[in-house]
């Protein structure tokens, strides 16, 4: 429920004209609203690669700003519920939500590869499964955001569609 009190103007009479002031019947809130939360996501490159018992992502950064916020929310944040999200035009065409894993964080130069595996045979092919399913909505120019305890940390296409050359082509 909302914090936000209603209140209409005619049952607030003013005190200039002989009447008493009346008190809204609700109490006033405890702290003010909040408004949105907003962040600038880091933009990278990625790329989906399967590894024994699960999958890799590595997220890689030209810019040196944004590989270091990217390489600083990953490092806070990892140890915790890795989830991608595949959109096309603003709409969410696939989200894996990787709870059958155990994901880590590992910096490179140029960002980072998050590790996500599982011991269990079963788990380990449903985060490879995961694995396909985002290079290929990727490789459909998905844009594609992972999100570390539901917290973006980079976002992106595959190095296909990001290179010059290649998105020319399409």
């Known amino acids: 429920m909302s914090s936000t009190m209603m209140m209409d103007r005619a049952s607030m009479a ?9 008190a809204p019947s609700t109490g006033m809130p405890a ?21 024994a018992g699960g999958m890799k ?22 140890g915790g519920l890795c989830t991608c999200c595949c959109t096309l035009n603003g709409m969410t065409v696939c989200m894996c939500s ?5 994901c880590t964080c590992e910096m490179t130069d140029k960002g980072c590869t998050i ?3 599982s011991g269990d045979a079963k788990c380990a092919a449903m985060i490879q499964a995961c ?13 594609c955001t992972v999100m570390l305890n539901n917290t973006p940390c980079c ?6 569609m990001g ?8």
């Open 155 to 160: 976002c992106g296409c595959t190095a296909a």
């Open 31 to 51: 702290t003010m609203p909040v408004g949105p939360n907003y962040m600038m996501v880091p933009r990278c490159t990625m790329k989906f690669e399967k590894c």
């Open 57 to 78: 992502i590595h997220c890689t950064c030209d810019d040196s700003v944004a590989c270091g916020m990217m390489q600083n929310l990953c490092m806070m944040l990892q």
């Open 14 to 22: 003013m005190p200039a004209m002989g009447m008493p002031a009346m």
């Open 131 to 143: 694995c396909e399913c985002l290079q290929a909505c990727c490789d459909a120019g998905c844009c």
């Open 163 to 170: 290179s010059g050359k290649a998105a020319k082509a399409r």
């Open 98 to 102: 990787l709870t059958m894993g155990l």
């Open 115 to 117: 590790t996500c595996t």
